[in-house]
């Protein structure tokens, strides 16, 4: 089935087509079966990757002038399809890194509609784990565009303005959300000190990090990448002075939550918030003086 699937695909005419209501719903289609065909069976998988034009068809699918509303669901298809397509295939992500422009659209694409991030942030997320020198380069562009999806995704969750049940459902959307607009830039942050710095300029991000720092075990799938984030941003903090973008108060309360995360029951937490603090307090006398007092006041 799975093989008669693929001929269909590869057989019919649907890349090249305008994207007519009739044909958007042959797109739709043709997306969907990508994306099962993708999912969870590594022979199909290995099959569509070794077709020489698979990464060229895809993005075809998506690659028309009208508007992103009427092809919302395609592009959800095609990101999908993407995201495992790349998943462990460092030849396939460079296929996509160095399709012209394709990062732009996706910078685009997140940057216009909220509700697509998450899927393409997962996307970004793959093609920046374990990613070459080249890549990387490709990839830096999307800090700022996952660093403006985190702040919306976190803003719209803390919103006080919906109702109780709406609340809660939007709430757990956009958790998902800046779980995978972090993990992404988790990766990039790692990769250059220009990716560091885009992270610490965007305004109110550093903040938000600070804000998702809790103890509360049930956001441990937050606090990971957040706290990850922040290993990482550190390093540009140090070198430039934390306090050229950090409040003192903002300061305090990153020290404060920092201490309390060292009782966490995540490695990965504890690895992270170790990491801020090599950063951190290197050179600076006064924040260790700080980590101390906190600390007393803590455990008393």
């Known amino acids: 089935m799975d093989a008669v699937a693929e001929l269909l695909i590869f057989e019919v005419d649907a890349f090249g087509i305008d994207c007519a209501p009739e044909n958007r719903t ?36 998506i690659d028309d002038s009208h508007t992103l509303a009427q092809n919302r669901t395609i592009r959800k298809l095609v990101a999908s399809t993407l995201t495992n397509l790349t998943f ?36 970004l997320r793959n093609l920046s784990w374990m990613a070459d020198a080249e890549m990387s380069a490709i990839l830096a562009p999307s800090v700022s565009a996952l660093a403006r999806a985190s702040l919306r995704a976190y803003r719209v969750a803390e919103s006080k303005s919906l109702a109780r049940a709406s609340l809660r459902a939007y709430r757990v959307a956009e958790s998902k959300c800046l779980c995978a607009t972090l993990s992404a830039l988790w990766n990039l942050a790692s990769h250059s000190r220009d ?34 984030v922040l290993k990482y941003a550190s390093m540009y903090l140090a070198v430039v002075g934390s306090d050229r973008y950090l409040s003192s108060s903002a300061l305090r309360l990153l020290i404060h939550r920092l201490v309390e995360l060292l009782n966490s029951p995540s490695f990965t937490i504890i690895g992270n918030v170790l990491g ?19 600390h007393f006041q803590i455990i008393i």
């Not at 043709?30 to 077709?51: D, E, I, M, Y």
């Open 88 to 123: 462990g295939n460092s030849q396939s992500k460079r296929r996509l890194c160095s399709h012209p422009n394709l990062i732009e659209y996706v910078i685009r694409i997140i940057d216009d509609s909220h509700t697509l991030a998450q899927v393409y942030a997962g996307l």
């Open 195 to 228: 990716n560091k710095k885009a992270i610490c300029e965007e305004p109110g991000f550093l903040e938000m990090l600070i804000e998702l720092l809790t103890s509360d075990a049930q956001q441990t799938v937050l606090v990971e990448p957040a706290s990850g």
């Open 276 to 294: 801020v603090f090599s950063q951190l307090l290197a050179k600076d006398h006064q924040l260790r003086s700080l980590v101390l007092l906190v």
């Open 26 to 61: 042959i797109r739709k289609l043709v997306a969907s079966t990508l994306t099962n065909l993708t999912f969870g069976n590594s022979q199909s998988k290995r099959r569509l990757c070794s077709h020489p034009n698979l990464i060229e068809y895809v993005i075809r699918i």
